[in-house]
């Protein structure tokens, strides 16, 4: 069975953002830039693309209405989004990949 635990919101910033850590039933667990973890730190010495992506990710089932309301907040917040990816597991295993 698919279920849905979270949601990797793709914001256009030239530096790490300082997101909410919290938001509802979602918990901030990563920021990767380029495929590689740049929070928590440390961050690794590299050069910064101004696409970062943001995991925010619940251990009980979550909805795509709690999903709607998390992106709203950030776009409330001010931070442009420019693509969502929903964060499934599968019989219990993620179906999705972890940054380095």
């Known amino acids: 069975m698919m279920t849905l635990h979270g949601v ?3 914001l256009r910033t030239p530096t790490i953002p300082d997101l909410p850590k919290e938001f509802g039933a979602f ?11 740049v929070y928590p730190p440390p961050v690794p010495e590299m050069d910064l693309s101004d696409w970062q992506q943001c995991r925010y990710f ?3 089932e979550v ?6 309301e998390l992106v709203g ?5 001010g931070w442009q989004w420019t693509k969502c990816q929903k964060l ?7 179906a999705f990949s972890q940054p380095y």
């Open 88 to 94: 499934f597991k599968i019989d219990g295993d993620n």
């Open 58 to 60: 619940c251990d009980t």
């Open 8 to 10: 990797d919101v793709f």
């Open 27 to 37: 918990t901030l667990i990563l920021i990767s830039n380029r495929g590689s973890r």
């Open 73 to 77: 907040h950030l776009s409330g917040l």
């Open 63 to 68: 909805s795509d209405s709690q999903i709607d």
